[in-house]
């Protein structure tokens, strides 16, 4: 009989053991040096694509974030509008999301307007009883139907391949929302 002592140290090496295995099929991400943490955590622009910028959302973004969240053919899909406290919890979270899992929805802004277009991330989601990385991603409706949500969808799940060390992205999509479907 092990004691606890003895017990908690082979339990421990099991659990590690299987995590490595997980890190290595590409269903865990990668382990993170404390000095990459912190590279990740002071960054602000995470990553570029050929138009786009993908950087952390602030509380300085609350109005766009605003007009995007309270337009009803926007958020069809999530069946709701949201409330000024709504989106100010959404700002609190993508911020807790960054530090503690180097992922969330990231302002896009457009390169050549600066203009802040939408927001599009990496969550951390159950699906399928599976801990998986999911890439989604919401655009203000005069920017639908321009390439934007696809590039954006591409350019986070090489971030995810290539930064993140996973190697599945799962992304989904309510049949009737056509447009991402393609």
Do not use: C
């Not at 995590?19 to 269903?27: K, T, W």
């Not at 949500?149 to 090489?158: D, H, K, P, V, Y």
Request: proline share 2%.
């Amino acid at each position: 009989i092990l004691h606890t002592k003895e017990f908690n140290a082979v339990y421990r090496k099991l659990v590690r053991k299987r995590e490595n295995a997980f890190i290595r099929e590409g269903v865990l991400p990668k382990r993170f040096s404390p000095t990459e943490i912190q590279r990740y955590l002071n960054q602000t622009v995470m990553l570029e694509s050929d138009r786009l910028l993908f950087r952390k959302i602030s509380a300085e973004d609350f109005e766009d974030l605003a007009d995007m969240l309270r337009d009803p053919e926007v958020m069809a899909a999530w069946e709701h509008t949201f409330s000024d406290e709504q989106i100010q919890k959404w700002i609190e979270t993508q911020l807790t999301r960054y530090r503690d899992h180097i992922v969330g929805y990231f302002a896009v802004i457009h390169k050549e307007s600066g203009a802040f277009i939408g927001q599009a991330g990496l969550m951390w989601s159950d699906i399928q009883e599976v801990r998986a990385l999911e890439v989604g991603y919401m655009l203000k409706r005069r920017y639908w139907h321009n390439g934007y949500a696809g590039e954006s969808a591409a350019a986070l799940i090489q971030y995810a391949f290539e930064e993140i060390g996973v190697n599945k992205v799962y992304a989904t999509i309510r049949p009737e929302n056509e447009a991402s479907l393609k």
